[in-house]
């Protein structure tokens, strides 16, 4: 069983719909989670961090995170095509310098 | 506030040659991070640093990479000698910790990375 896995690929959504992307991760002493979006030939860009169980609304994006079933997903609503990259979950270990182990990447494509 | 800084952006060199990665961290984040990112994967972590000693390189090849944070600041990557698998980005990413109660925070930011081609 991998780390961290992500919900195969791609995914394609129109143009204002919701996008859901899903992780889970197989640690279950994790305790910092987080989200980065990747445009391609760029870095990953850190946008959502979820350290609690429950969701974490950042404009239109959510976390939601569920440490008993060791799952942790982004939402993107009113999905637009600037939206189109591949998301990368990444799990934090427990230790106070534990590595980030990220997932392979969700591509998601947003249609007009 | 200035983000990661790498260099070089591109490396073309043939299998056998070394070659070598710069990464300027964020001004005051302790922590560095150097990783490898095939295409298609995410990154991988190579080894991280805490000022400038080394606190995880267990996923570092070490009979041939090699990696410093001298003054605990700036960092250099090697890879000697390089090999047709090593070719990927490498990116460098900076963090500080910050402890709350019993939540540690440490969100990495990573630099633009340097993409290494090895013929």
């Known amino acids: 069983q991998k780390e961290v896995e992500q919900n195969s690929g791609p995914l394609s959504v129109p143009e204002g719909a919701i996008a859901s992307l899903n992780c889970t991760y197989s640690d279950r002493v994790s305790q910092s989670f987080f989200w980065y979006r990747q445009y391609s030939g760029k870095s990953p860009e850190l946008i959502m961090s979820i350290y609690s169980n429950g969701d974490k609304e950042d404009g239109r994006f959510t976390a939601q995170l569920n440490k008993a079933s060791q799952y942790v997903s982004l939402l993107i609503r009113d999905s637009q095509p600037s939206d189109s990259a591949t998301y990368l979950c990444?799990?934090?270990?427990?230790?106070?310098?534990?590595?980030?182990?990220f997932g392979q990447g969700t591509i998601l494509t947003v249609h007009p | 506030e200035a983000g990661v800084a790498q260099s070089p952006r591109y490396k073309i060199i043939e299998k056998r040659q070394s070659v070598a990665f710069w990464c300027n961290p964020i001004s005051g984040h302790a922590t560095l991070y150097w990783y490898q990112q095939i295409l298609g994967q995410g990154p991988k972590l190579l080894i991280q640093?805490?000022?400038?000693?080394?606190?995880?390189d267990s996923q570092l090849p070490k009979d041939r990479f090699s990696a410093e944070r001298l003054k605990g600041v700036d960092s250099t990557l090697k890879i000697q000698p390089a090999k047709l698998e090593d070719s990927a980005v490498y990116l460098c990413?900076?963090?500080?910790?910050?402890?709350?109660?019993?939540?540690?925070?440490?969100?990495?930011?990573f630099g633009p990375g340097t993409r290494l081609t090895v013929l």
């Open positions: 990444a799990v934090k270990s427990g230790t106070s310098y534990g590595k980030l182990t």
């Open positions: 990413a900076s963090s500080f910790l910050l402890t709350s109660g019993i939540t540690t925070y440490n969100e990495q930011f």
């Open positions: 640093f805490q000022n400038n000693g080394v606190v995880d």
